[in-house]
T-cell receptor
Framework: EAGVTQFPSHSVIEKGQTVTLRCDPI?????LYWYRRVMGKEIKFLLH????????ESGMPNNRFLAERTGGTYSTLKVQPAELEDSGVYFC?????????????FGNGTRLTVT | KQEVTQIPAALSVPEGENLVLNCSFT??????LQWFRQDPGKGLTSLLL?????REQTSGRLNASLDKSSGRSTLYIAASQPGDSATYLC???????????FGTGTRLKVLA
């Protein structure tokens, strides 16, 4: 089975520009998460989709971040406009229906650098 | 607020040693705990998932234990190998939500 795929693997943009990250979860996984790690810090939760619905977006830093999950399949995370502190590695993860018993499967992440 | 701490932050051992990585959490209201491995430039790979009602899980040379009441988990690696070198992270699933709270990880280096 194909794993969680994230694109691009790296992105370097200037402050004020827009970037869109994409995640393709494992086929059939209803749960999709976005996490990020900023320099030197632990991995932190951003938001959680169940199918196409946002279940929890309490970790989104501010309204410059917008996540969507079209038709309950792939997801995008847009940062507009990007700020220096948005630099970090953005991870996507997916799991099967039973969240409490299903392991998380992570993608390789997108390393975002805002200059 | 749930906080997860991992000790030590880094560990270097000779090949063949048995070792223990520690994870502690401040709030015992969790539904599970997962141990992950991360290789440089890669994503996280789930190693073991322990339900809150379980005491331990085993997979090959790995054994993870959970003591929810004391807020602790350990990951035991038997007969370590150079291929075990990676960063190991624990994450707790916070009750009432479906999000995981991660520790900062333990960087393990196994010397040949």
């Amino acid at each position: 089975e194909a794993g969680v795929t994230q694109f691009p693997s790296h992105s370097v943009i200037e402050k004020g520009q827009t970037v869109t990250l994409r995640c393709d979860p494992i086929s059939g996984h209803d749960n999709l998460y976005w996490y990020r790690r900023v320099m030197g810090k632990e991995i932190k939760f951003l938001l959680h989709f169940v199918k196409e619905s946002k279940q929890d977006e309490s970790g989104m830093p501010n309204n410059r971040f917008l996540a969507e999950r079209t038709g309950g399949t792939y997801s995008t995370l847009k940062v507009q406009p990007a700020e220096l502190e948005d630099s970090g590695v953005y991870f996507c993860a997916s799991s099967q229906s039973r969240v409490t018993t299903s392991p998380l499967h992570f993608g390789n992440g997108t390393r975002l650098t805002v200059t | 607020k749930q906080e997860v701490t991992q000790i030590p932050a880094a560990l270097s051992v000779p090949e063949g040693e048995n070792l223990v990585l520690n994870c502690s959490f401040t709030d015992s209201a969790i539904y599970n705990l997962q141990w992950f491995r991360q290789d440089p430039g890669k994503g996280l790979t789930s190693l073991l998932l322990i339900q809150s009602s379980q005491r331990e899980q085993t997979s090959g040379r790995l054994n993870a234990s959970l003591d929810k009441s004391s807020g602790r988990s350990t990951l035991y690696i038997a007969a370590s190998q150079p291929g075990d070198s990676a960063t190991y992270l624990c994450a707790v699933g916070a009750s009432g939500t479906y999000k995981y709270i991660f520790g900062t990880g333990t960087r393990l280096k196994v010397l040949a």
